[in-house]
């Protein structure tokens, strides 16, 4: 540092200016696991459901406890889970709530198309349906491990 001023030299300012980019990196890249779990949780928990559906629909009983049940616990995942980010990236919560409304739409639309249309089911449906949700939670999830 220049005695006189005692500001940093452009070198010493630089060498700072990296020093505190890596500590902002190394405190982010952390950050994108939790929520990539999150969607990861409700990939499976969605498509096992699809498959559970398609099953139950042809004993004729437990597809809505099996619906409340799973839909339950992926509440309780997208809850539970954020809360062990101590930090988050740029864009998280618009990133999250996008991506969390976007499945749960698609979770309700496969529920609602599936309870309406396939009472006693159909397996293209629930195959198709299980595919879908898990395609997009697991997109979510790449998303932000990628932000």
Not at 15 to 32: V, Y
Not at 35 to 56: C, D, E, K, P
Not at 130 to 145: C, D, M, S, T, W
């Amino acid at each position: 540092m220049d005695e006189a001023t005692a500001s940093p030299t452009p070198a010493q300012a630089q060498e700072l200016l990296d020093q505190a980019q890596s500590i902002r990196a190394a405190s982010t890249s952390a950050a994108a696991w939790p929520v990539a779990m999150v969607f990861t949780s409700l990939a499976i928990l969605g498509s096992m459901l699809m498959v559970g559906m398609q099953i139950v629909s042809h004993t004729g009983y437990g597809a809505p406890l099996l619906a409340a049940a799973v839909g339950l616990w992926a509440g309780a995942t997208a809850c539970i889970w954020p809360m062990f980010q101590k930090s988050t990236k740029a864009g998280f919560t618009k990133r999250f709530l996008t991506s969390l409304l976007a499945y749960l739409l698609l979770y309700v639309l496969a529920l609602g198309v599936g309870v309406t249309f396939f009472r006693e089911g159909n397996l293209w449906f629930y195959l198709s349906a299980a595919v879908v949700l898990a395609g997009v939670g697991l997109a979510a999830a790449f998303r932000e491990l990628r932000a």
